[in-house]
T-cell receptor, first 115, second 110 residues
């Protein structure tokens, strides 16, 4: 199993550009989520999905869109990039949609720089 | 909303010694889960240890153990026999939903 994969590893954008960060998992996990990590802030939840066709907002959803058309993929779209979105983005997945004991499997992260 | 607080931005420990990282959290729930994640310079998030709130017994994983004080809402991580490879950022987390503290950077001195 590849686990959770993310592409690209690093991206530079200009203000106003749009792009999609890709996330895929091959563990048949129902739950997937996106976090951003900023210096001194820990990880903050952007959006999450409890299964195909179902998504919801996390703590910092503004400026981001998600969709979940398949169990395997959970792309994160930046509609109009802003310098405040410069961050490291992590995708994670876990096996159950209820409770909270599930171990989150994290991808390697995407470093995004918005100029 | 649940919050997680790590009051030590940085800690250091001598190789082979023991260090304790602090974490407190705030919740009105009675059933929840607590985690410690390690993030080395590679940025990969690695689960270190997990604790179920309904279990009174403290979780242990080899050199890693926790001191879970439910009434005090405290969840500290003890690393015994520290090794150079333990140097990393450590994040305390609460679930559900999964909320992280701001992290403690641990340095290990040879």
């Amino acid at each position: 199993n590849a686990g959770v994969t993310q592409t690209p590893k690093f991206q530079v954008l200009k203000t106003g550009q749009s792009m999609t960060l890709q996330c895929a998992q091959d563990m048949n996990h129902e739950y997937m989520s996106w976090y951003r990590q900023d210096p001194g802030m820990g990880l903050r939840l952007i959006h999450y999905s409890v299964g195909a066709g179902i998504t919801d907002q996390g703590e910092v959803p503004n400026g981001y869109n998600v969709s979940r058309s398949t169990t395997e993929d959970f792309p994160l779209r930046l509609l109009s990039a802003a310098p405040s979105q410069t961050s490291v983005y992590f995708c994670a997945s876990s096996s159950r949609t209820s409770g909270g004991a599930e171990t989150q499997y994290f991808g390697p992260g995407t470093r995004l720089l918005v100029l | 909303a649940q919050t997680v607080t790590q009051s030590q931005p940085e800690m250091s420990v001598q190789e082979a010694e023991t260090v304790t990282l602090s974490c407190t959290y705030d919740t009105s729930e009675s059933d929840y889960y607590l985690f410690w994640y390690k993030q080395p310079p590679s940025r990969q998030m690695i689960l270190v240890i997990r604790q179920e709130a309904y279990k009174q017994q403290n979780a242990t994983e080899n050199r890693f153990s926790v001191n879970f004080q439910k009434a005090a809402k405290s969840f500290s991580l003890k690393i015994s026999d520290s090794q150079l490879g333990d140097a990393a950022m450590y994040f305390c987390a609460y679930s559900p939903p999964l909320v992280f503290g701001k992290g403690t950077r641990l340095s290990v001195i040879a």
